[in-house]
């Protein structure tokens, strides 16, 4: 693997994965291509995700800089965005997804271990892992949309006024985001996990259609959950980390 040329690419090589995503969502394509965590691993290294996936990280950096001369999309700005309309918008989108379509994924992954299972024993722990993830998100999202996201919302209303922030908001939001990333690292770590077992969700010959769809959904929960999981991780969480309340221990 190359070593970064000059001081520009030594100083874009120590930028975290989030830092890149965060600053455009276009980049994203880049990390998933060469299997790179950009939501729950966010916080590591350019330098150090490449080695660990025995990357060039001179190519990556080529191939970030063609993903950004792309016409960005007004509505990808995301770092751009108010905190309240960018929370807003995770709740519509994000949470909507997962609120419409984990029970779905849930019957599906139950239906076919049980037809399946005996031929593809992986489909048991596939149900079980999926169970898990779906009662640990409603969890979850529920304590985002019920106390931090209402705070963060107060708590930046506050500062747009000069005002004092509330103490219940500033402990809602120190008691909250460090457990929140916590658990999007749990799931995310469950979520892939289940495409291991799922040999990349390549479905087997003897499938049915169902064995199909569910691998689909699965597919498509995930990729929605990495850039849930980046929206609130490298932007929302630091908007209110760096904005409305004194920097974090």
């Not at 009662?135 to 019920?146: G, I, N, P, S, Y």
Request: hydrophobic share 40%; proline share 4%; aromatic share 8%.
């Amino acid at each position: 693997m190359n070593e970064p040329k000059n001081s520009r690419e030594e100083e874009a090589v120590g930028k975290t994965i989030g830092d890149f995503v965060a600053e455009d969502y276009r980049t994203a394509g880049v990390f998933e291509k060469y299997g790179i965590d950009f939501c729950c691993g966010g916080n590591v290294a350019l330098s150090t995700a490449c080695r660990q996936k025995g990357v060039d990280p001179t190519l990556i950096l080529q191939e970030i800089e063609a993903a950004k001369a792309e016409p960005v999309a007004r509505s990808e700005n995301f770092a751009a965005w108010e905190l309240p309309f960018l929370a807003d918008y995770i709740v519509t989108v994000h949470h909507g997804y997962i609120k419409e379509n984990v029970g779905q994924i849930v019957s599906h992954a139950h239906k076919i271990a049980e037809v399946h299972g005996s031929r593809h024993p992986e489909l048991t722990e596939i149900a079980a892992m999926f169970d898990r993830v779906a009662a640990d998100l409603t969890a979850h999202l529920r304590e985002e949309e019920e106390i931090l996201f209402p705070a963060l919302k107060r708590a930046d209303s506050a500062r747009a006024a000069g005002k004092k922030l509330e103490q219940q908001d500033v402990d809602a939001m120190r008691g909250n985001l460090a457990k929140l990333r916590r658990e999007h690292e749990e799931v995310g770590d469950m979520v892939h996990a289940i495409r291991r077992l799922a040999k990349d969700f390549a479905v087997p010959g003897d499938a049915c259609n169902t064995y199909a769809v569910t691998y689909k959904k699965l597919k498509e929960f995930e990729d929605d959950l990495h850039k849930h999981v980046h929206l609130e991780n490298n932007i929302l969480f630091l908007k209110a980390e760096r904005y409305l309340v004194p920097p974090l221990a």
